[in-house]
């Protein structure tokens, strides 16, 4: 007698896999509802959003400083900056040609203006000791404002002049030198203050992260680590000023020419580490910590006219791609019905919960890392829900050819998976590593399609496992399917075996 008919020895359980499975998206919708995530999060193309152009501040003389190299330089840091907020789908990009050269940068959303607010910074962080402070007013209204020694006669009589309460002295410009002594209004307007020329510059902070001090009424600080050269810097600044009188034992800590704060110095600080204090909010603390990790813009800029996006284009594409996705969608379930008869139903359930499983983690990974959904992501989803479609393929015809070998569906089931299990891992492990690379060396869009390509190339690992699998095992041991029925897929006319074989 043949012994194919033996069933192979198996721990697999599917009911209880089907029940992990079933508890993981119960967690991941309780997330959603925690999580207060309603709708998915769309692009720029799809809904609409921010779009600004900055233009290079050219000061007389510094028409040589605007070249094609630092506007490339600009772009590649505002770039990192808004990638560093997620995949949100912002575009950077440098447009004209010469001096004439802007960076254009579109951002989706109600929340554009605030990312525009900081990649457009300079984020020319400088540390100055403090030579003289007073009121933010001008001098003829302020009877402290006296004049600082060893200063010359002009940076005493610009410091007396300044007036911090009007807006254009708050504005910073990020145009100052560091070999200059400078006079600048903290960010509040209160305080005015002359400055020495910068010991300790932003190029030489390694790392830059925000934090809260629980202890101090939960302020929020940025905190700063110096590579060697600053920390030496950093070091003999703090030393040195530790035995002055006020106000210059003070250390100025400048950003974009504006004072953010201005502590006083008790004691040296060798050790590397500084802290930034100026009454931030949580954004505020978290958007200096950022624009300071990836360096500062090598120019200046002044902001243009900043415009909302309109997204009536993307909605109406929108609305045609989803049009033409159900109606392939439709098509597929007809062919998978006609052809696998009640075992279609298999592959209709592993892609409605394959699709449910794509939807929550758009909803949670807008939530957590500012996932935005563009046409270029929904064409990366729907290519590996393709890549999908074909796992569910190449089991079942594994599975009927071990039927078509003299082998009960039962054991086939089993048989059948250990053979077209690596035909699946292979096929999706080359998308992945298709998406990941497409991820790393691309940018914009395509960066979209990737990111969702190796999402949904994930998902199709884990229902393949998770339920295709189990659902055909339990199938497998139904009368309905065993016995051969006409409409169960697995009968001798749908195998192709003629009925002598079969009897």
């Not at 043949?2 to 697999?12: A, L, R, V």
Request: hydrophobic share 50%.
């Amino acid at each position: 007698m043949s012994t194919t008919n033996k069933p192979i020895k198996t721990s697999s359980r599917p009911a209880r896999t089907l029940a992990i499975l079933a508890l993981v998206l119960v967690a991941m919708a309780s997330l959603v509802f925690i999580q207060g995530a309603t709708s998915v999060r769309l692009g720029l193309d799809l809904r609409g959003g921010t779009s600004v152009t900055l233009q290079p501040r050219i000061a007389p003389g510094d028409e040589g400083k605007v070249t094609s190299e630092a506007i490339d330089q600009a772009v590649s840091i505002i770039r990192q900056r808004v990638n560093s907020l997620g995949v949100a789908e912002s575009e950077v990009a440098a447009q004209g040609s010469g001096t004439n050269r802007q960076i254009v940068i579109s951002v989706p959303g109600d929340t554009g203006r605030r990312v525009v607010e900081l990649v457009g910074q300079t984020a020319e962080l400088r540390f100055r000791q403090v030579l003289a402070s007073a009121s933010g007013v001008p001098a003829a209204a302020d009877a402290a404002a006296t004049p600082a020694a060893g200063v010359s006669a002009e940076i005493n009589a610009k410091f007396a002049a300044l007036d911090c309460t009007k807006a254009e002295n708050l504005q910073g410009t990020g145009a100052d030198a560091p070999t200059d002594t400078l006079v600048a209004c903290d960010r509040a307007g209160g305080t005015k203050y002359i400055l020495a020329p910068a010991e300790v510059l932003g190029r030489q902070i390694s790392k830059a992260s925000a934090g809260l001090d629980t202890q101090a009424g939960s302020n929020w600080f940025v905190s700063l680590t110096f590579n060697n050269e600053g920390t030496s810097a950093f070091g003999a600044l703090t030393t040195r000023v530790t035995s002055l009188p006020e106000p210059t034992n003070q250390v100025a800590i400048v950003l974009d020419g504006l004072v953010v704060s201005a502590p006083r110095i008790t004691e040296a600080i060798p050790s590397g580490n500084a802290q930034i204090t100026g009454s931030f909010t949580q954004l505020e603390a978290q958007d200096l910590a950022n624009v300071l990790k990836y360096g500062a813009l090598p120019l200046a800029f002044d902001r243009g006219e900043v415009q909302q996006v309109s997204p009536t284009l993307g909605a109406d594409q929108l609305n045609a791609g989803l049009l033409a996705g159900a109606l392939g969608l439709l098509l597929v379930v007809i062919f998978t019905l006609l052809y696998y008869r009640a075992l279609g139903f298999v592959t209709v359930g592993s892609l409605a919960i394959a699709g449910g499983m794509l939807y929550l983690l758009f909803l949670l990974l807008g939530e957590w890392i500012g996932f935005t959904l563009t046409l270029a992501g929904i064409a990366g989803a729907i290519v590996a829900i393709g890549v999908t479609a074909d796992s569910f393929i190449v089991y079942f015809e594994r599975v009927r050819d071990e039927m078509r070998e003299g082998r009960t569906l039962r054991t086939a089931a089993e048989t059948g998976w250990v053979r077209a299990r690596r035909t699946i891992l292979v096929a999706d492990f080359v998308s992945l590593i298709a998406a990941v690379l497409l991820y790393v060396f691309s940018v914009g869009g395509v960066r979209g399609f990737a990111f969702t390509l190796g999402l949904t190339t994930l998902i199709d690992l884990i229902i393949i496992f998770w339920f295709t699998k189990p659902a055909l095992v339990l199938v497998s041991r139904s009368k309905f399917f065993n016995s051969g029925h006409a409409l169960s897929g697995f009968s001798s006319k749908s195998l192709g075996m003629s009925v002598a074989k079969e009897a």
